[in-house]
């Protein structure tokens, strides 16, 4: 298994999470970081492309797989704002609070064990009248989608690093203290219906 999770899953994640359904998504929600940023699960820099440098200072990347970080660097050279490693779990965010302008999180509660507790975090970070931004893949309206969900999920997180499929994205974000202000959801194209149906947009401080 450590050989899996340091030798195959990096690649496989990099792969499968940079498909053009993902890229499609995260061009509708990256570009609206601005300040300093907080990217939780920065992975392996698929996010670097899609910031709009002008409105970007700094952007500080937390995320526990060092493995990956090899790949987030390579990419980092193409971009003219400062990039912050930090090797940390989602809820192990060592930030001063009311010390981030935006809080972004691309298909990453997804994974992050107590998500609840990660999100709490985010919000401490958060300066008066910041925002976090969110694209995640989760629970399906579709009760027969759902079920797939079910039966799949054991399997699916084993293969993917701990990815869940049918997580609440709603219900997190209320619970970690958001207010959700946007929202769009639906189905991605290209994508199977059981590990395609997303949420994204915008939530501000309870």
């Known amino acids: 298994m450590v050989f899996y999770e340091r030798h195959v899953l990096p690649g496989l994640l990099t792969f499968a999470c940079g498909r053009k359904s993902f890229r499609d998504q995260r061009a509708k929600i990256v570009p609206l ?32 797989a060092e493995e990956l970080w090899a790949r987030a660097a390579r990419r980092a050279r193409a971009v003219p704002f400062e990039i912050e490693y930090l090797p940390l779990e989602g809820e192990r965010i060592p930030l001063a609070p009311s010390s981030v302008d935006t809080v972004l999180v691309t298909y990453t509660l997804c994974t992050i064990p107590q998500a609840v507790t990660a999100l709490e ?86």
Do not use: T
């Open 33 to 64: 970081a601005e300040g300093r940023v907080l990217e939780v699960g920065i992975g392996s820099g698929l996010n670097f492309p899609f910031y709009e440098a002008a409105k970007v200072d700094r952007v500080i990347g937390l995320d526990p």
């Open 121 to 206: 975090g985010m919000r401490r970070v958060l300066k008066p009248g910041g925002r976090l931004l969110f694209c995640e893949h989760g629970k399906a309206p579709d009760a027969a989608v759902r079920r797939w969900q079910g039966r799949v999920n054991p399997a699916w997180g084993c293969v993917f690093g701990g990815c869940n499929l049918d997580r609440d994205i709603p219900a997190l974000l209320h619970a970690g203290g958001f207010r959700i202000d946007r929202m769009e959801r639906g189905y991605v194209a290209r994508m199977p219906r059981f590990a395609g149906f997303n949420y994204w947009g915008s939530a501000v401080p309870a």
